[in-house]
């Protein structure tokens, strides 16, 4: 079944996508995971204070792993175009 919408399905984000969107983020500007997280910010603030390009939301793409083995694949609402 395909993830959120998509054309993509689980390995295939997990073993193809992600890795190729990796590749691609490590070429850019960085950001932890605490810069998402502060208490009391709501999406439109964080994209203001770190100067995104996004006005109301912003793409991400996840895999969550357990023992080196995926488990989870996530999109955003946008994460891809």
Not at 12 to 21: D, E, R, S, T, Y
Not at 33 to 52: E, H, M, P, Y
Request: charged fraction near 25%.
């Amino acid at each position: 079944m395909a993830i959120n919408s998509t054309k993509y399905y689980f390995n295939q984000i997990a073993n193809v996508i992600a890795p190729q969107k990796y590749k691609e983020l490590l070429k850019s500007k960085m950001f932890t995971t605490q810069d998402f997280s502060t208490k009391g910010n709501a999406v439109k603030t964080i994209i203001r204070n770190l100067q995104l390009q996004y006005k109301d939301d912003f793409k991400g793409i996840y895999v969550i792993y357990e023992d080196d083995k995926p488990i989870y694949v996530g999109i955003s609402k946008k994460g891809f175009d």
